[in-house]
Every structure is written in C-alpha cells, then in structure tokens.
C-alpha cells in the first residue's frame, strides 16, 4: 500500500560531492581544505534540519487526521 521513495538520484548526488570533497581535501591551498570541512558540517546539518522539518510534518499530520475525525 505504502510506496517507498525512489532516492537513487539523490543518493548519487550526495556520493558525487563527497566524493568530490575528499578529492579537494588534498588540495595544497589551506583555504579549500577548511571550506571542505565547512562543507560537510553543513551538509549534515541540513540534513538533520530536514529531518527535523519531516518529523514535524508528521506530527501536524496526525494531529490533523485527529481532529477531521472529530467532526
């Protein structure tokens, strides 16, 4: 009944910068190295952002079905 989400492009995209980060973080200029860094910790912290944003998307839903069965 349920269908699960198809993130085969996104999966790849996000190896592809990874991949693409750990080739910058041999880079001789000292600048690049600390922006990779700076990179990855936004990156994860957009991801627990969203997560945060889907959990809270939830909620509401639950708490709307509740209430249209109410009335």
Known sequence: MFIQDDN???????KSL???LSELEQHEDIAVRGGVKLC???VQYLHEKAKKLEEECELKNQYLKKMAKKQ
Do not use: A, H, L, P
């Open 8 to 14: 085969t492009y996104n999966d790849i995209r996000e």
């Open 40 to 42: 990855r910790e936004y």
């Open 18 to 20: 990874m991949q693409w």
